[in-house]
């Protein structure tokens, strides 16, 4: 026993899943930004139809994971399990679209770090033998998270510069234990870390710390080197929480190539004033079950580290005053 | 505020010089430019107004007092169709204070949690969280003008 699992925190799978399949879809803000193209589906408005924004985002969710079922060209009932996560109360966008396709369904909340967590407990599944395809998927939608976590979403006000976006987009992957292609190698669980912030405007500042704890603690377990990558990408630190994590990292004698990248950063541009960037369990969704994998797929890319970071704070808790904890959770992806 | 008694992390950095590198690291409002926008943008809708009060004074034949109130009740129609048509959060956007603070940014915060909480029903929906933006303000503004006019009914009793 143990065997699997290395150092601290880490996981070396000896059967690592292969990624078969992903699927993405975007809203229409992020259908203009730098990633559009890498899109499976990008929606002409924010509701698509649908009489509330829930709807849209739980409809959006059970359409990704359809999909990458169909793309891998397997009959939906051959997947053992189905994971996903979001970030509404009781995460009702994963379990109503759960509820739609009628498979085993593990519920996930990691806040913006659910797509990396949902990889690295299907990579666990069928690793560990107790199913050979899983379906690993999250989302989030702007107008439901505005309206849950923040204000009405047609009340004015100015949001602070370091302040996030959040993504609309639901994106799902297919892990299966036969294949070719990338494989989901290792995965390092994240701890719970909290420096203190209390902005919850300043999600990046209060993810930064976990995520680097996460890579620390990752590349110690494996012995590497930051370097043994092409692409370390993070979830949704942003522009001020990637400075910070490059700032802690280096620190912490971590010696940095030029090869960080974070998804909230990647998914807009800079004309699209979002300030810091994108956030949301959509964003590293889309960004990687989209454009990163297509690179993977491609071979532009070989060997990934993924964190996901998530920000466990609720609109309760901010209001108490209670600092914000976080976490980062790290899947490496290796042709 | 750091609180101690969290578990510490084994990074090699402490809370406190952490929390000066996000300082340091996090943009920092563009105060002067949103100032003089405020200014604007705030000048701008009280500008209006006026031209509202005048008119009803000059074609309306209004009294002065009986004018003004016109002239916030046309900006408060201003205000809760431009919410309705999704265009005031963008003019706050640009505007800031200066457009908050204008009854035209207290019909947006009526008129945008209306909007929004439909969904859940008139009662819990629209009836419950119709004053969740405004609330405050009623609450602390009343209770501020109560306390005045306390004061004041006070002081007219001394002299």
């Not at chain 1, 699997?4 to 925190?9: L, M, Y």
């Not at chain 2, 949103?34 to 009294?63: K, W």
């Amino acid at each position: 026993m143990g065997s699997k699992k290395v150092g601290n925190q880490t996981i070396v799978f000896e059967n690592g899943p292969y990624i078969i399949s992903g699927h993405t879809i975007a809203g229409p803000m992020e259908g203009q930004g730098p990633l559009a193209a890498s899109f499976d589906t990008i929606l002409k408005d924010t509701s698509d139809g649908e009489k509330s924004w829930e709807r849209t985002e739980s409809k959006m969710l059970e359409k990704a994971m359809r999909e990458v079922a169909n793309k891998a060209d397997i009959p939906l009932d051959s997947v053992d399990y189905l994971l996903a996560g979001d970030l509404l109360n009781q995460i009702i966008s994963s379990n109503f679209a759960a509820r739609q396709i009628g498979l085993p369904f593990i519920g996930l909340y990691g806040a913006c770090s659910s797509m990396a967590l949902s990889m690295a407990m299907g990579s666990m599944l069928i690793d560990g033998g107790f199913g050979s395809k899983v379906i690993c998927s999250a989302s989030s939608h702007h107008e439901t998270a505005e309206r849950q976590y923040r204000l009405p979403t047609e009340q004015g006000n100015q949001r602070p510069m370091y302040g996030q976006w959040t993504v609309t987009g639901a994106g799902g992957v297919l892990l299966s234990d036969s294949g070719t292609g990338p494989k989901v190698t290792t995965a390092t669980i994240g701890r719970v870390i909290d420096y203190g912030e209390t902005d919850v405007n300043n999600m990046g500042a209060a993810m930064a710390p976990a995520v680097a704890d996460t890579i620390i603690n990752h590349l110690n377990d494996l012995q590497r080197q930051a370097d043994y990558y092409d692409l370390i990408v993070t979830g949704d630190l942003g522009s001020v929480g990637l400075q910070l994590l490059l700032k802690v990292l280096e620190k912490n004698n971590v010696k940095i190539p030029n090869n960080f990248n974070d998804c909230g950063v990647m998914i807009y541009n800079t004309e699209q004033d979002t300030h810091a960037g994108g956030s949301g369990c959509g964003c590293s969704a889309i960004v990687f079950a989209g454009h990163l994998l297509k690179k993977v797929y491609a071979g532009n890319l070989k060997k990934i580290l993924f964190i996901g970071s998530g920000s466990l704070h609720s609109p309760t808790s901010a209001l108490q005053g209670e600092t914000i904890p976080a976490i980062g959770h790290a899947v490496s992806i290796e042709v | 505020m750091v609180k101690k008694d969290l578990r510490p992390p084994n990074l090699n950095i402490t809370p406190e010089d952490y929390k000066e590198l996000t300082t340091q690291l996090s943009p920092k409002p563009t105060l002067l430019k949103n100032t003089l926008l405020a200014f604007l943008i705030g000048g701008l809708i009280c500008s209006i107004g006026q031209v509202f009060v005048n008119f009803y004074m000059i074609y309306g034949g209004l009294p002065p007092l009986s004018a003004s109130t016109a002239g916030t009740a046309s900006l408060i129609v201003i205000g809760a169709v431009l919410t309705g048509l999704g265009v005031y959060d963008d003019i706050v956007k640009v505007g800031g204070a200066g457009a908050i603070l204008p009854v035209t940014g207290f019909a947006n915060s009526m008129v945008s949690p209306a909007m929004e909480y439909k969904k859940e029903g008139y009662v819990f929906g629209v009836g419950a969280k119709l004053f969740s933006v405004a609330g405050p303000v009623l609450v602390y503004g009343i209770s501020s003008s109560i306390v005045v006019g306390f004061i004041y009914y006070i002081v007219g009793l001394v002299r």
